[in-house]
C-alpha cells in the first residue's frame, strides 16, 4: 500500500504539536508518539493491524487526556476529597470553545471505542464471546462487512473476514477523525483565550498525576539527577518505595496525604509549571522540575 493511516498519523502530528507550539510554547496535542513502522509491500492484513496499534497508540498512550478528565489514577476513579472540580478533558475543552460540537464529540468517542475493541481481540486474545461487535460497527461501520469473523474469532474454518473492506470502512473513518482535529486545534490555537490554554495545560497536569507509568519512569530520571544528589529530604529505602508501581501513591503517603489529598493539593501546581513552561512541556521536561519543588 502506498498510503497508510500510519504514513498520515506521522505528517498529522507533527503539525498538530507545531499548531500547539506556536500557540504557547509548552503546549502539545500528543506526546512521544512513536509509531511501529509498517513493513514495505506489507499485505493488507498486516497493514491493518499495524495501522489498529498505531492508532490506540496515540489516542490512548500518547494523548489520553483528549477524553479523560483529572478523576482518575491508574484507571481508578478518585474518591472526592476538596472542593475542586475535575479538570475537563481536552474534548470537552473543545466542546466548551465551540470548535465541535456534541454529536462530533459523541462520534470521535465511538471511534476511539472501536478501535480499543479491535486492538482488544489481536493484542489481548480477547474471546469470541466477550467481543462487541456492536461497538466496532457504531465506531467504524459496517456496510457488507462482518467484524464477527476474525480470523481468531470465527467458528467454522470457512468464514472469511474481509480485510479490503475492513480498511476502507478504517481509512474512511479515520480521516474524519484527522479532519475533525485538523480543525479543532487550528480554531483552538487561533481563538482559545488564555483561560482556555490553562485549562488545556491543566488536563495535561492531571494525565501526568494521574499516570503511574509517567510518574515513575520521571521519578527515576530525576532521581539520577544532579537536582536529587543535592537534595537529601529522602532515605534510599524510602525512595525505593518511590520508585514502585504506584509511586505518587508512596509519595503522598510519606507527605502524610491520600493520593486524592496530593493531586488535589498539587495540581494547580504542575499545571503552572507546565503553563509557564518555556519549551514543550513533556514528561520528563517539566516533572523533574516539579519533583525538586515538592519534595
Known amino acids: 500500500m502506498n498510503t497508510t493511516i500510519t504514513s498520515i498519523l506521522s505528517v498529522k502530528v507533527a503539525s498538530w504539536n507545531n499548531q500547539c507550539g506556536h500557540r504557547n510554547t509548552s503546549l502539545f496535542l500528543a506526546d512521544a508518539f512513536a509509531p511501529k513502522p509498517i513493513p514495505q509491500h506489507a499485505p493488507l492484513e498486516m497493514s491493518f493491524w499495524y495501522d489498529i496499534t498505531n492508532l490506540y497508540a496515540l489516542l490512548m498512550d500518547c494523548m489520553p487526556y483528549f477524553l479523560r478528565s483529572s478523576d482518575y489514577y491508574q484507571n481508578f476513579h478518585l474518591k472526592p ?31 476511539i471505542n472501536a478501535i480499543r475493541e479491535i486492538r482488544s481481540c489481536f493484542c489481548h486474545n480477547k474471546p469470541m464471546l466477550s467481543f462487541n461487535q ?51 486545534v487550528n480554531q483552538m490555537c487561533e481563538s482559545a483565550t488564555e483561560d482556555d490554554i490553562y485549562s488545556w495545560s491543566q488536563s495535561i497536569a492531571a494525565w501526568y498525576l494521574g499516570s503511574s507509568d509517567i510518574i515513575s519512569r520521571c521519578l527515576v530520571s530525576y532521581y539520577h539527577s544532579k ?32 493520593i486524592e489529598e496530593f493531586i488535589c493539593k498539587y495540581l494547580n501546581e504542575l499545571t503552572d509549571t507546565i503553563y509557564d513552561y518555556h519549551k514543550v512541556a513533556t514528561p520528563e521536561q517539566v516533572l523533574p522540575f516539579f519533583f525538586n519543588d515538592i519534595l
Open 81 to 111: 476529597c476538596c472542593d475542586m472540580a475535575p479538570t475537563r478533558s481536552l474534548l470537552e475543552i473543545m466542546k466548551d470553545c465551540q470548535v465541535i460540537n456534541e454529536n462530533e464529540v459523541r462520534n470521535t468517542k465511538v471511534f
Open 134 to 184: 456492536y461497538k466496532v460497527n457504531q465506531g467504524i461501520g459496517t456496510h457488507s462487512q462482518n467484524w464477527a469473523v476474525f480470523p481468531h474469532l470465527r467458528t467454522n474454518s470457512e468464514a472469511l473476514f474481509d480485510y479490503k473492506e475492513a480498511y476502507r470502512l478504517l481509512f474512511s473513518e479515520s480521516r474524519k477523525v484527522f479532519a475533525l482535529l485538523d480543525r479543532a
Open 227 to 258: 537536582s536529587f544528589k543535592s537534595k537529601m529530604g529522602y532515605q534510599l529505602r524510602e525512595w525505593n518505595k518511590c520508585l514502585s508501581v504506584n509511586s505518587l501513591i508512596e509519595i503522598a503517603r510519606l507527605q502524610g496525604m491520600t
